[in-house]
T-cell receptor, first 109, second 111 residues
Framework: ELKVEQNPLFLSMQEGKNYTIYCNYSTTSDRLYWYRQDPGKSLESLFVLLSNGAVKQEGRLMASLDTKARLSTLHITAAVHDLSATYFCAVDSNYQLIWGAGTKLIIKP | DTGVSQDPRHKITKRGQNVTFRCDPISEHNRLYWYRQTLGQGPEFLTYFQNEAQLEKSRLLSDRFSAERPKGSFSTLEIQRTEQGDSAMYLC?????????FGPGTRLTVL
């Protein structure tokens, strides 16, 4: 059974700091996704990582994928308050996505 | 708006009643997914369609849940004899190739 683990599950940080969210998964997959969710809202796609070594960046967020280590990271650079949200990683397993529990990120001014 | 739409956005019902939700995917997407999400959790897979065919249904899904996608376009998710444990956000997503795009969700409250 494919399992996806995120850590940390909760992160409170100051604006301007850097931090990394980790996503580990338990079986082979070449496709990993990062989503953002604001409170009471639906899921917004951030990154689609389709191969080993894939790196994608959008603004202050950068995601990478190491399929051999079964690890993806979401790096936040110089955090700003607007990035406060819950971030989910999900791994493609045939017909469905298997989701991590989410990382709730709070960025304080 | 060419994104995924869901209706209704909110539904309050009494225990034992039946409810039906609708999802309209992005028009060129042939794959459609239903998920359920409770507070503080990640989405939980419910079922998956490719065109009109329902290809997979979660083993966790009670027989009270049924989904259809007639003609491979919109989809409906029905919950019969609702229970308080069914209270959740029900999310629909559609997919053309790799990426799943989510609708705004239907928030169900069972009293």
């Amino acid at each position: 059974e494919l399992k996806v683990e995120q850590n940390p599950l909760f992160l409170s940080m100051q604006e301007g700091k850097n931090y990394t969210i980790y996503c580990n998964y338990s079986t082979t997959s070449d496709r990993l996704y990062w989503y953002r969710q604001d409170p009471g809202k639906s899921l917004e796609s951030l990154f689609v990582l389709l191969s080993n070594g894939a790196v994608k960046q959008e603004g202050r967020l950068m995601a990478s994928l190491d399929t051999k280590a079964r690890l993806s990271t979401l790096h936040i650079t110089a955090a700003v308050h607007d990035l406060s949200a819950t971030y989910f990683c999900a791994v493609d397993s045939n017909y469905q996505l298997i989701w991590g529990a989410g990382t709730k990120l709070i960025i304080k001014p | 708006d060419t994104g995924v739409s869901q209706d209704p956005r909110h539904k309050i019902t009494k225990r034992g009643q039946n409810v039906t939700f609708r999802c309209d995917p992005i028009s060129e997407h042939n794959r459609l997914y239903w998920y359920r999400q409770t507070l503080g959790q990640g989405p939980e897979f419910l079922t998956y369609f490719q065109n009109e065919a329902q290809l997979e249904k979660s083993r966790l899904l009670s027989d009270r849940f049924s989904a259809e996608r007639p003609k491979g376009s919109f989809s409906t998710l029905e919950i019969q004899r609702t229970e308080q444990g069914d209270s959740a956000m029900y999310l629909c997503a559609s997919r053309a190739r790799w990426e799943q795009f989510f609708g705004p969700g239907t928030r169900l409250t069972v009293l």
